[in-house]
């Protein structure tokens, strides 16, 4: 069983930046897609960005143009930069793995998921 460690969650105001990471446990994805999903209070998890193993990217609507997904060579690892934080960004946010190369929305693609960080701004 692959493990996912999400980490870099935290406090942060409005307008401000953080930088997720998330590490696997294998280097089970180097061929496969990643991603980053959120979870608000209340709310179902929803798809944020992600990136194939070729470095291809797709994001939600509401992140375009404020949040970057990237991964290393190794293929271990996914990063998301978020600038321009918005009140409405506060969520868990969550790193999974792929069981497809090419970077999908569609949640049922993945098949290995992190615990989650917790990602809060103010306004």
């Known amino acids: 069983q692959v493990q996912l460690q999400e980490s870099g969650g935290g406090l942060v105001q409005a307008g401000g930046s953080l930088r997720l990471s998330c590490a696997a446990s294998?280097?089970?994805?180097?061929?496969?897609?990643m991603a980053w999903f959120r979870q608000a209070p209340g709310e179902d998890r929803e798809f944020v960005a992600a990136?194939?193993?070729?470095?291809?990217?797709t994001y939600a609507d509401s992140v375009q143009g404020r949040f970057t997904i990237s991964r290393d060579s190794a293929g271990n690892a996914v990063y998301l930069q978020m600038n321009s934080l918005k009140p409405e960004d506060t969520a868990v946010y969550y790193c999974?793995?792929?069981?497809?190369?090419?970077?999908?929305?569609?949640?049922?693609?993945?098949?290995?998921w992190g615990q989650g960080t917790q990602v809060t701004v103010s306004s």
């Open positions: 294998r280097r089970t994805f180097s061929n496969n897609a």
């Open positions: 999974a793995g792929a069981r497809t190369p090419v970077a999908t929305q569609q949640t049922e693609l993945y098949s290995s």
């Open positions: 990136i194939g193993w070729k470095g291809g990217t």
